[in-house]
């Protein structure tokens, strides 16, 4: 029995004729019928039904399946699967879809192909030439063979055998719910809870199985929208519009190099056999650098990101990136690092893609800076982000290095650093390298007070938002983002800072050595000491963790206060906590409230 064509419809009518054109022009085998299914689920939208009972399927049976009850994508699908217990076979298309020429003699091929191999567990008539997990170009490696593996459930063009997808749903009546402890990745989860692949994706993982996906598309995908559809044109692909040849070159998954896991990365299997020198370790592969760290397993990660101590490292020429480590090109954009030494931010785009930065700069600057008003999610070439400049002034040059880390793994794009070295030490050389690239400045002004250095740097300087950064302080993460956000919510706010420890005294002690952030236009008309006019600001505090103790010298009855009170304070017990913070006169707190995602003031 030839493989059966289940459409699976709803209520877009067009895009429902559109497919059925292009199945009545594919090509089929002769001598044998082939079954087409056109199963709609239930909706307001009678034209849908018109148009499956008026098309004419020339190549065998044609049955209409039409739902009196609303069964949603998810169950839909299901259901759809569940008719490859009645015809050995099912290629399964939704309604957005269009299909190549030669899609079902592919389809027929690779199902008979692989019916046996325990570990494939479908086949895909589709080519992905963007990740989904990052939205950013993939490309499979290129072997011997017109497929390559990947544990991705297909969605826009797929085909089971019965066994298949009977194996497939005795598993999800064990598994019906997502659990915290399934190995799926950060992106799938947040699917809807709609999304049967969701749900596939899981089985294959936990039962090491892979999808085979071709590596020229046999469908594509326009992306109307629709239940899990709003990025149109996002997942389109070169559609494959030859007339099919005799026969395909498939390859067993065992013998295969292009292996792909959930996350669109090669398998370290894959690795091991394109460069023998990491065949001793235990990795995973990031190279996209989107995996959540905490859920690495491995003991090394070959990665994009930035990383402390590298163990090999690679350089970002050739496409798609692993031939990078595959013909060990120099250069330090691609590392192989122990899990742990790995940062845990974003590379930019053209770190994880494109061969050198300038070429990302030629792709994307030109079209974002026009559409800049319309962009939200690029924030590098956002100009809606004022720029923030740090300054730290610091007679121990010493002191310095140790906050380079912190700096370049903040994720606010406008930023700048301004170094001021008062000492008669050199920069540190790595500081003096990163500089180059990471918009540091380094100032050197010997025998200057630190009045008369922040005041030549202060002119010199095109920031909107400022921070004091005093030496050996190390931002936390997000810290820019974080006071940019602030600073636009709350008008009212010209000055903050923030503390991670307990404060030991207040007031000049705290202005002069914790960092302090605050906006250019409240000091523009500043004139004498700068310091001294930061004393005069009414000083707020961004919500820190834990309780200020009191300071060094207390009187009598402070120190009473600070031992009677502080054990209520820590308990959060409201009225008996506000007389520790009265006495102490602690300064409002600015909080954040994630679920309506705002600040506020607080009393503490």
């Not at 595959?326 to 931010?345: E, M, Q, R, W």
């Not at 923030?388 to 650093?417: C, V």
């Not at 906590?577 to 679920?595: D, G, K, N, Q």
């Amino acid at each position: 029995m030839l493989p059966a064509i289940i459409i699976v419809a709803y209520n877009r009518s067009a895009c429902l004729r559109r497919l059925l054109e292009a199945v009545a022009n594919a090509n089929y085998p002769g001598g044998e019928e082939i079954s087409l299914i056109i199963s709609i689920d239930k909706s307001d939208v009678t034209e849908v039904i018109r148009v499956a009972n008026d098309f004419d399927w020339k190549h065998g049976k044609k049955k209409i399946l039409v739902h009196e009850e609303h069964l949603g994508l998810r169950e839909h699908v299901l259901n759809c699967g569940s008719l490859s217990q009645l015809y050995d076979s099912i290629i399964m298309l939704e309604d957005d879809l269009t299909v190549a020429p030669a899609f079902y003699d592919y389809a027929m091929q690779a199902l008979a192909f692989y019916e046996n191999e325990n570990e494939v567990a479908g086949i895909s008539l589709y080519n992905y030439e963007v990740a989904e997990s990052c939205f950013y170009p993939f490309t499979p490696l290129h072997d011997d063979a017109d497929v390559y593996f990947m544990q991705v459930a297909s969605s826009w063009g797929q085909a089971w055998t019965a066994e298949q997808w009977l194996a497939f749903r005795e598993w999800l009546k064990e598994h019906p719910e997502i659990t915290d402890d399934d190995p799926l990745p950060d992106y799938i989860r947040a699917w809807s809870v709609s999304s049967w692949k969701k749900h596939y994706i899981n089985y294959l993982i936990q039962n090491h199985k892979y999808i085979v996906f071709p590596k020229t598309s046999f469908s594509t995908n326009f992306g109307e929208p629709g239940t899990n559809a709003d990025l149109k044109g996002l997942f389109q692909v070169n559609l494959n519009v030859g007339r099919g040849i005799e026969e395909y070159r498939l390859k067993k998954l065992s013998s295969s190099l292009a292996v792909y896991d959930s996350s669109f990365e090669i398998m370290p299997s894959s690795v091991k056999q394109l460069c023998k020198d990491l065949e001793g370790y235990d990795f995973e592969v990031d190279l996209y650098g989107t995996k959540n760290l905490s859920k690495v397993n491995s003991s090394y990660l070959l990665t994009t990101r930035k990383v402390s101590s590298p163990v090999k490292t690679y350089g970002l020429e050739m496409l798609p990136n692993i031939l990078n480590v595959a013909y060990n090109i120099p250069g330090d954009n691609i590392s192989l690092a122990k899990t742990k030494d790995v940062f845990d931010i974003k590379p930019y785009n053209y770190q994880y893609y494109y061969r050198e930065s300038s070429i990302a700069e030629y792709l994307y600057r030109p079209y974002v800076m026009e559409m800049a008003h319309f962009i939200t999610d690029k924030r590098e070439f956002n100009p809606k982000y004022p720029k923030i400049t740090l300054i730290t002034i610091s007679h121990d040059a010493g002191l310095l290095l140790p906050m380079l880390e912190p700096f370049l793994k903040q994720d606010y794009p406008n930023r700048e650093w301004l170094i001021i070295n008062t000492g008669d030490k050199n920069f540190p050389p790595r500081l003096v390298a990163e500089s180059t690239k990471h918009h540091i400045k380094l100032i050197k002004l010997f025998e200057k007070s630190e009045n008369d250095a922040l005041a030549e740097v202060y002119g010199l300087s095109e920031g909107k938002i400022f921070l004091l950064l005093p030496p050996g302080n190390l931002l936390q993460e997000n810290a820019l983002t974080i006071a940019e956000m602030v600073f636009r919510r709350m008008p009212e706010v010209g000055c903050f800072t923030t503390v991670q420890t307990k404060l030991r005294t207040w007031e000049n002690e705290y202005i002069n050595s914790f960092p302090l952030f605050f906006r250019k236009t409240i000091m523009d008309k500043t004139t004498g000491e700068i310091r001294a006019k930061l004393h005069t600001l009414r000083l707020h505090l961004i919500a820190p963790d834990k309780p200020f103790s009191p300071r060094k010298s207390l009187k009598g009855w402070e120190w009473l206060i600070s031992k009677l009170f502080v054990d209520f304070y820590d308990r959060n017990i409201t009225y008996l906590r506000s007389v520790y913070r009265m006495a102490f006169r602690l300064p409002p707190v600015i909080r954040y409230e994630p679920e309506t995602d705002s600040y506020y003031f607080s009393d503490y």
